[in-house]
């Protein structure tokens, strides 16, 4: 992606997020313990242990250019290969 798109798909993304109801949002998730590495990575809080096995995790919005940054590291992801 050339820098002057990649501004361009940031700042879309950005107003995506922005625009979506807070309770579409998933202020809260129960998750794995062995996925929290993986949930810190992408700007959720941690919150709370619940049991040996799961924890609490909490979506931060503070950041919005790295919760836009990281989704579109997403979207590319999972794009073909030969996709462009």
Do not use: C
């Amino acid at each position: 992606m050339a820098p002057g798109e990649e501004k361009d798909a940031l700042e879309a993304e950005i107003k995506s997020i922005l625009a979506q109801p807070r309770e579409e949002q998933g202020d809260q998730k129960i998750i794995r313990k062995e996925e929290l590495q993986t949930y810190l990575d992408e700007g959720w809080k941690f919150l709370s242990t619940l049991d040996q096995q799961q924890v609490i995790v909490k979506k931060s919005y503070m950041n919005t250019t790295n919760l836009a940054y990281n989704s579109l590291v997403a979207k590319e992801k999972e794009k073909p290969m030969n996709a462009s």
